[in-house]
């Protein structure tokens, strides 16, 4: 599973500027998509100590205390700059860093969406909860017509929360990827935009 990184080539990136305005707040009925703020540092860095975490994504290996501020900070803005999107992802009244979950920039009315959880909140439906949110963003205010997942074929857990999301299986996509410098396979999963509202309700964006 790919998350903006800031390093990442494989796509055309849609430079947007700074018109953009200021990222919002997405709301659900069970999560809110927040941007990332400096004070998240702590709780990255102690969620991407995880090996699982770090098996499936593309974080650095060590993950040090610089990769999480690069994250919260560099990242995440020059993300919003162009075109795409990094949320942290909390429970809807505030609490602690259950995910995180991205938006790439887009390009020819399609994009590409990336998430990871927390290890101590896997299995409660967050993490597609919060891919709900942000599907709905995605096809109601940014007009696009399609959303992808490229995930691994292996990743359990990542598959359940697209399903659970609405995404649909459309095939094995054969070394696709680098994955710390091997090829990597993946399962191509996407959502169509007029195709209904995600389970979980439209967000509210403030």
Known sequence: MRIPSGADHNRPMTTAGSDRGQQPTLTGERVRLRPWRRDDVDAVVAACQDPELQRWTQVPVPYRREDAEGFVG????????????????????????????????????????????VAEHRGRGYTAAA????????????????????VDPANVGSRRVAERAGFVAEGLVRQRFLHRGHPSDVLLYARLGGS???????????
């Open 74 to 117: 560099g990242i995440a803005s020059e993300t919003w700059a162009s075109g795409g999107a990094l949320f942290a992802v909390e429970p809807r009244n505030g609490g602690p860093l259950l995910a995180s979950i991205g938006l790439f920039p887009p390009s020819d009315g399609f994009s590409e969406a990336g998430y990871w959880t």
């Open 131 to 150: 891919l709900c949110v942000l599907t709905d963003w995605v096809f109601g205010h940014l007009g696009l017509r399609r959303l992808e997942l490229h």
């Open 196 to 206: 209904g509202a995600a389970p979980g309700g439209i967000p509210s964006a403030v």
